[in-house]
């Protein structure tokens, strides 16, 4: 019984010997440990190296890793520092600070001038214009203006009785006689009238003649009633603004514009 045991272990033994050696082959392809450990060294292609060149192939590995991280750690810094920025940022951002350049009719007009008014006209602009609540941005300004009713030929003021009356005498000599010595308080006193007329060309005509006849000191004045009239100035208003000012002064007379400073 004991041999039976002892043959028994020799022979599981040895049997586990060569199955671990490979001596009964492998389930997929039936080859043995030698065959297969020489297929895969390939001995034929295999190269013995020394120490020193083994030291340099590692060195030349490490340097190759260490450039392949810079690298990569490099395009990963650019590209987190650049940032896209939509082409239209620009144009946003200069609409958003100045909401008239996005808005050309919302751009303000330096000065603009409308005008002339007189006395009653300009109380109903005033009326009109006090909707608009413009404040500073209106002013009006007044002025002397004479209304023209006719056209005075005369030799200006000599300036006392006697000077006027030797220019008289002058004229009497020059053939001249239709004239008359202007008396009175006013700025043409001792001034010498040649003559009144309704129109300017009547006046013209009758210079003309004195000419003719020598005398080179006769003047045209213009004659009538001294009157004051307005016209009002809009600063920095926006073209909308503008229009609905225009629109008030037609409703109310004749009128001009004109740009001013």
Not at 167 to 189: H, I, M
Not at 243 to 248: N, P, Q
Request: charged share 20%.
């Amino acid at each position: 019984m004991l041999r039976f045991a002892f043959w028994t272990l020799l022979v599981l033994n040895g049997a586990v010997y060569a199955y671990s050696h490979g001596y009964f082959g492998t389930a997929s392809g039936g080859e043995h440990e030698p065959e297969r450990l020489k297929r895969q060294f390939n001995t034929a292609k295999m190269t013995m190296l020394t120490n020193a060149q083994a030291d340099a192939m590692a060195r030349q590995a490490s340097a190759s890793a260490a450039s392949a991280s810079g690298a990569s750690t490099t395009e990963t810094a650019g590209a987190a520092a650049v940032v896209p920025v939509p082409a239209t940022a620009p144009a946003a951002a200069a609409a958003g600070a100045n909401p008239a350049a996005a808005d050309p009719a919302a751009a303000a007009i330096a000065c603009t001038e409308i005008g002339t008014f007189d006395a009653s006209e300009a109380r109903r602009f005033d009326t009109r214009l006090a909707a608009l609540e413009l404040g500073d941005k209106q002013s009006r300004q007044a002025q002397q203006e004479q209304d023209v009713s006719s056209f005075l030929v005369n030799i200006p003021p000599q300036g006392s009785k006697e000077a006027a009356d030797r220019k008289a005498d002058e004229l009497r000599n020059l053939g001249v006689t239709d004239f008359y010595v202007l008396q009175g308080d006013s700025p043409l006193k001792y001034a010498l009238s040649l003559g009144v007329f309704k129109t300017e060309s009547g006046a013209q005509a009758r210079l003309a003649q004195l000419n003719k006849q020598g005398v080179r000191t006769a003047r045209i004045t213009p004659r009538g009633p001294q009157t004051t009239v307005y016209t009002y100035r809009f600063r920095d208003v926006t073209e909308p603004v503008r229009a609905r000012i225009v629109a008030l002064a037609g409703a109310i007379g004749t009128f001009e514009t004109h740009s001013c400073r």
